[in-house]
């Protein structure tokens, strides 16, 4: 019932940014939080950042904190993260994901295809 399609990504150098796009399609008026997470080869899916739909309540994963940004335009269905100050560990496939409640976990109902970002010493 929704679709999550993230684009941006690509090859930065570190101390660069970047700024990843998610747009959701479907029966997104539903949706409570949208969210970033991420996974680097041989590694966990970690969680990056949050957002709710309604107030804008953000929520940062400590690695990011100061240096990513997430923002959300309901009007486009759209859900932004802002990647500054950009280092090599950021290096991963970046997955966008939304549910009908506020979550952290990798349990969202919803998950886009995945955008590559690669950070170059």
Known sequence: ?????????GLVQAG?????????????????TMA??????????????????S?????YADSVKGRFNISRDNAKNTVYLQMNSLKPEDTAVYYCA???????TADYDYWGQGTQVTVSS
Do not use: H, M
């Not at 019932?1 to 990504?9: I, W």
């Not at 939304?98 to 952290?104: P, Q, T």
């Open 16 to 32: 660069g940014s970047l700024r990843l796009s998610c747009a959701a399609s479907g029966r997104t008026s539903a949706l409570y």
């Open 98 to 104: 939304a549910d009908r409640r506020f979550l952290r």
């Open 36 to 53: 970033w997470f991420r996974q680097a080869p041989g590694k966990e899916r970690d969680f990056v950042s949050a957002i709710t739909r």
């Open 1 to 9: 019932q929704v679709q999550l399609v993230e684009s941006g990504g």
């Open 55 to 59: 107030a804008g309540n953000t929520y």
